[in-house]
């Protein structure tokens, strides 16, 4: 509750000073015009009803919001369940294949190597023919 300010005067009682200011509105009001409701001044019945019904909703807001924050949680909690089974199976598989997945590794680093080497053999060097270290080089010089 905000308290009116010196020298202000109730928008009712233009004679009376102000005590507080509505709580709704802001409106100065005087002792005499307050309407109280759970603690908290009011001008007007009006007013003390939109808040009433304001809070309402501002509560239900919160309760949905609610929901939808502990919703996400289970899905991001569930999406972290399946990438550690997904790990553990993954691990299972390495371990109990070791010798499988260690060959077709290196497998794979030799086929790379060799088709590394075949690019050499013919003449190919990818960073000594690439087209833009070529323009680079000629902006040098």
Request: aromatic share 6%.
């Amino acid at each position: 509750m905000a308290k009116a300010p010196a020298g202000s005067v109730c928008l009712n009682h233009p004679n009376t000073p102000a005590v507080t200011r509505c709580a709704t509105c802001s409106k100065p009001i005087c002792q005499q015009c307050i309407i109280k409701h759970g603690g908290v001044s009011y001008c007007s019945t009006l007013c003390r009803d939109n808040a009433v019904r304001t809070g309402a909703m501002v509560e239900d807001v919160q309760k949905r919001k609610g929901a939808a924050n502990f919703k996400r949680f289970v899905i991001r909690l569930v999406q972290l369940l399946i990438l550690l089974a997904v790990l553990g199976a993954a691990y299972w598989y390495y371990k109990n294949n070791k010798s499988k997945v260690d060959s077709k590794l290196q497998q794979g680093i030799q086929k790379v190597e060799q088709g590394k080497q075949e690019l050499m053999d013919k003449g190919h060097n990818v960073i000594k023919d690439s087209q833009y270290k070529k323009d680079r080089e000629n902006l040098i010089k």
